[in-house]
């Protein structure tokens, strides 16, 4: 069974730091890309960050390049998502989402990421 | 780059069917055949319900079709069911810029 696992939200000041993981099992981790979607609260899902099988490729939207970074550790089945700079706008719960090729299939539960002073 | 067009409702009677659309641009939704639907319930992850536009993830029941033509997309749920109660979104490629654009989602009540 694919089981996805976030951990690392909290509350965080604005202009703060966060980093968010994401425990893999049930599948060859090293096989497939992953992805990071969030969703703020009430409001609709937004991609964050797209890495490839071996993390040679990566992706972000304009809304944290340069702000977040993806990473992988594909010997620990874990994906990563550093969150630098901070902004009130990225409050919003994260999921980490499996990528088979152009189809995003199994999401986890999402970890709640709070900006507030 | 900016979120699919969806209605932000549909409603049903048990037994009927609705249509839910998807619009978007010749870079996203008109560019790809990689169109996916999402279901979400309150409090819970999303569950892909559609991927390539019209194939079906096992598991998920036939009463769930996806069709698209142009730069809109469509997922149809027929025979609705009280579980069929959620949140829907659809999702497409958009290249290797954007890589993945979602819709505005819509809120599908089973009266």
């Known amino acids: 069974e694919v089981q996805l696992v976030e951990s690392g939200g909290g509350l965080v000041q604005p202009g703060g730091s966060l980093r968010l993981s994401c425990a893999a099992s049930?599948?060859?981790?090293?096989?497939?890309?992953m992805n990071w979607v969030r969703q703020a609260p009430g409001k609709g899902l937004e991609w964050v960050s797209y890495i490839s099988s071996s993390g040679s490729t990566i992706y972000y939207a304009d809304s944290v390049k340069g702000r977040f970074t993806i990473s992988r550790d594909n010997a620990k089945n874990s994906l990563y998502l550093q969150m630098n700079s901070l902004r009130a706008e990225d409050t919003a719960v994260y999921y980490c989402?499996?990528?088979?090729?152009?189809?995003?299939?199994?999401w986890g539960q999402g970890t709640l990421v709070t900006v507030s002073s | 780059q900016s979120a699919l067009t969806q209605p932000p409702s549909a409603s049903g009677s048990p037994g009927q069917s609705v249509t839910i659309s998807c619009t978007g641009t010749s870079s996203d939704v008109g560019g790809y055949n990689y169109v996916s639907w999402y279901q979400q319930h309150p409090g819970k992850a999303p569950k892909l319900m559609i991927y390539?536009?019209?194939k079906r993830p096992s598991g998920v029941p036939d009463r769930f079709s996806g069709s698209k033509s142009g730069n809109t997309a469509s997922l149809t749920v027929s025979g609705l069911q009280a579980e069929d109660e959620a949140d829907y979104y659809c999702s497409s490629y958009a290249g290797s810029n954007n890589f993945y654009v979602f819709g505005t989602g819509t809120k599908v009540t089973v009266l």
């Open positions: 390539e536009v019209s």
């Open positions: 989402a499996r990528d088979d090729t152009m189809i995003v299939d199994y």
């Open positions: 049930g599948f060859t981790f090293s096989s497939y890309e």
